[in-house]
């Protein structure tokens, strides 16, 4: 039986990680030199506090799974993390606007939980809370270039966040896991993040002259560990070396 | 625990002045010419029951350069005869880049690296509008390239008077 905290805080490193790994994969594809840079610069940021959020897990749960063991040895229906992360990369249009949507909740999120009263979750939060803040600014740049660059840019924009619009409800949901930990001044309420994702979100896509799609439906499950194939495919290049070689070290 | 870093106090405890010293002269990796102690990385040096213990923190969460920099430190002190030695990562609070010395400052300005400019105040510091003066004529006259660059703590710069291309070191 997982404890609410261990849940927890494995949604928000598997979150990080699954992203991470995401950017990742654009390691040495980006359109430009300087985007490969970013891109990789900011999974290290995501595997960073990974690496922070699986070491707590871990003590957490008590039972010595270390973060490796977190990260390399669990399978789909174990991950926690929202489905919006996992969506393949896409292009770069839908890379740059995922990351730009996941930041914008992140960074506000990690000023808040920077105050919880489990102070490693603090600890890390504030660390990278001033992370996030680059992700927004980098991604919310780009978003604007894209957005009111040329008709084939604004295409594409349009297009990832028609995809992307129905898996950012998950970010703002709460269940009984997180709730009582909100009560308890541990978690941060998604209701308070709220306000502050829609402004950012609402002054980027003025500048970038996109319209905010209407909520509708959205996707749901990650959290409780329900993925799309999508995920079964990541892990398996992301635990390639632990599967084949249990044990390996370097 | 501020800016103020936990020097051995002046108990004529030559172990941990050695522990200390020791600590303090590890070079980081990717900027080899600070030291853990310019970079503010290194956060104390202190004496308990099971020895001496050095207190490190990484500048960003995913910094490469974190594990490296622990073994660095234990065979440092390895090679000052301490045996009971254990070397600790501390995320709180948050490093910041104003806990870098002013001699810090200097030595990456001759490096070729411009060193982080003014105070890392939250928001005003990433939001407001950088000038950045070029590490190696010094003109004022730069522009930011990419916000990411070499390595997780600098930014990719250029200097419009002498056109050579300079590292910033991001203010955080």
């Known amino acids: 039986m997982e404890t609410p905290l261990f849940t927890y805080t494995l949604r928000l490193a598997d979150n990080a990680l699954v992203l991470g790994h995401r950017l990742s994969e654009w390691c040495g594809h980006a ?42 040895l669990r399978d789909c229906p174990d991950w926690r993390n929202i489905l919006l992360v996992e969506r393949p990369r896409g292009d770069f249009a839908f890379t740059i606007l995922r990351q730009f949507l996941y930041a914008a909740f992140m960074h506000p999120y990690f000023e808040r ?6 102070e490693t979750l603090a600890a890390i939060a504030a660390k990278s809370v001033k992370e996030m803040a680059y992700h927004v600014r980098h991604a919310g740049e780009w978003v604007i270039r894209l957005g009111d660059g040329t008709e084939e840019s604004a295409a594409r924009l349009r297009e990832a966040l028609e995809d992307l619009w129905p ?84 | 625990m501020g800016a103020v870093l936990s020097f051995p106090p002046e108990t004529g405890d030559a172990e941990l002045a050695a522990a200390h010293a020791a600590a303090a002269s590890v070079c980081d990796p990717e900027v080899p010419v600070l030291t853990i102690a310019d970079l503010g990385v290194l956060r104390a040096v202190t004496r308990n029951e099971n020895g001496i213990e050095v207190v490190i923190t990484p ?22 005869g301490i045996t009971r030695r254990k070397v600790r990562l501390s995320l709180s609070p948050a490093w910041t880049t104003d806990w870098m010395s002013e001699a810090g400052k200097e030595k990456l300005r001759a490096y070729g690296i411009a060193p982080p ?38 930014a990719h710069w250029r200097c419009l008077s002498c056109r050579e291309p300079f590292d910033y070191f991001k203010c955080i």
């Open chain 1, 31 to 72: 359109p430009m030199l300087e985007e490969d840079l970013a891109l990789a610069n900011m999974a290290l940021d995501l595997i960073g506090q990974a690496r922070n959020l699986y070491t707590h897990a871990g003590a957490i749960e008590g039972k010595g799974r270390s973060e490796d063991d977190l990260a390399y």
């Open chain 1, 113 to 118: 939980l920077a105050a919880s009263k489990d």
């Open chain 1, 167 to 250: 898996f950012t409800g998950e970010m703002f949901e709460v269940d009984a896991v997180e709730q009582a930990l909100i009560d308890a001044g541990i978690a941060v309420d998604p209701a308070a993040i709220r306000p502050v994702w829609n402004a950012t979100v609402d002054h980027v896509f003025g500048e970038a002259l996109l319209a905010r799609p209407r909520d509708g439906w959205m996707q749901t499950g990650g959290r409780r560990g329900e993925h799309s194939e999508h995920l079964g495919h990541l892990l398996s290049d992301l635990q390639f070396m632990q599967r084949t070689y249990p044990g390996a070290t370097w």
């Open chain 2, 59 to 80: 500048t960003y969460s995913g910094c490469p350069a974190m594990d490296m920099i622990a073994v660095q430190v234990d065979l440092a002190l390895e090679k000052a």
């Open chain 2, 117 to 154: 400019v003014g105070k890392a105040q939250g928001r005003a510091a990433l939001f407001g509008v950088e000038e950045v003066a070029c590490p190696h004529c010094g003109s004022a006259e730069t522009e930011r390239v990419s916000e990411f660059g070499s390595t997780a703590c600098k």
